[in-house]
């Protein structure tokens, strides 16, 4: 069976330092489901995996028990050369996603070739009420469309998420940060006309300060638009 063998493979590759470290800094998953791989590791088992045959078993054998698990299947959905089963397999796997770590290193290089298909995608994900799939939304937009495929109606969109989750809150202080970096002058009245909730509306300034990206004078100002809790 594939999955004892992807179970045997990972206890083989397990730091148990590394194992300490990641169970402080993904809170939301349960210590007992981190094995302590490194990333690198799993990147490579990833590819590996994927010329298997029965990857599918793989893919389909859900919810996994361990952390890795989900890591192997963000990385092996990310080198899917396959759109159509790819949107097909991120879709079915991001209900399962219970961390930051595993939804923002899960991004396929096929969807830029693809979106169109990706921004509908995109809004259902957004919509979710499911944090991880919510964040991904964001995330993906934050990849895909803040360059040559621009538009501000995703700023407006990002705008009005309001959430009680951290990471989701998270994520789009970190969209419009990166929007402030890439597309300044349509992103700045987002920020000036107070837009986003007080907590989310300061992180983005805060990470657009600490932004190379980000001009001297442009922080300067945007320090001057923090708004009191």
Same mark, same amino acid.
């Given at each position: 069976? &594939?999955?004892?063998?992807?179970?045997? +493979?990972? @206890?083989?590759?397990?730091? *148990?330092?590394?194992?300490d470290?990641q169970i402080t800094? %993904?809170?939301?998953?349960n210590a007992?489901? &981190?094995?302590g #791989?490194?990333?690198p590791?799993?990147?490579s088992l990833a *590819? +590996?995996?994927s010329?298997?045959?029965d &990857?599918?078993t793989?893919?389909?054998d /859900?919810?996994h028990?361990?952390f890795?698990?989900n890591?192997?299947?963000?990385?092996i959905?990310s080198?899917m050369k396959d759109a159509?089963k790819a949107?097909?397999? #991120?879709d079915?796997?991001?209900p399962?996603?219970d961390?930051w770590a595993?939804?923002? =290193?899960?991004?396929?290089?096929i969807f830029k070739k693809?979106?169109? %298909?990706?921004? +509908?995608?995109?809004?259902k994900?957004?919509?979710?009420d /499911?944090a991880? @799939?919510?964040?991904?939304?964001i995330?993906?937009?934050?990849?895909?469309f803040l360059?040559e495929?621009?538009?501000?109606?995703y700023?407006?969109? #990002?705008?009005?998420?309001?959430?009680d989750e !951290?990471? #989701?809150?998270?994520?789009?202080?970190?969209?419009?940060?990166?929007a402030?970096a890439k597309?300044?002058?349509?992103?700045?009245p987002?920020?000036?006309?107070q837009?986003?909730?007080?907590?989310?509306?300061n992180k983005? &300034? =805060? *990470?657009a300060v600490?932004s !190379?990206? %980000?001009?001297?004078e442009q *922080?300067?100002?945007?320090?001057?638009?923090?708004?009191?809790?």
């Amino acid at each position: 069976m &594939i999955s004892a063998d992807i179970y045997k +493979e990972l @206890v083989s590759l397990q730091d *148990k330092g590394y194992r300490d470290m990641q169970i402080t800094i %993904i809170p939301s998953v349960n210590a007992d489901s &981190i094995i302590g #791989v490194r990333t690198p590791a799993l990147r490579s088992l990833a *590819k +590996e995996l994927s010329k298997r045959e029965d &990857i599918d078993t793989f893919l389909n054998d /859900l919810p996994h028990k361990y952390f890795e698990e989900n890591q192997l299947h963000a990385f092996i959905l990310s080198g899917m050369k396959d759109a159509a089963k790819a949107f097909e397999l #991120v879709d079915k796997f991001l209900p399962y996603v219970d961390n930051w770590a595993t939804c923002d =290193q899960m991004s396929p290089k096929i969807f830029k070739k693809h979106k169109d %298909i990706l921004l +509908e995608y995109i809004n259902k994900w957004i919509s979710s009420d /499911l944090a991880y @799939v919510k964040r991904f939304g964001i995330g993906m937009l934050m990849e895909h469309f803040l360059d040559e495929d621009f538009k501000t109606t995703y700023l407006t969109k #990002v705008s009005k998420i309001r959430s009680d989750e !951290y990471y #989701v809150n998270m994520m789009t202080a970190w969209y419009f940060a990166t929007a402030l970096a890439k597309q300044y002058d349509a992103t700045l009245p987002y920020i000036e006309k107070q837009k986003l909730d007080i907590w989310t509306h300061n992180k983005s &300034i =805060q *990470k657009a300060v600490e932004s !190379y990206r %980000i001009t001297p004078e442009q *922080k300067e100002y945007l320090k001057t638009l923090k708004r009191k809790a």
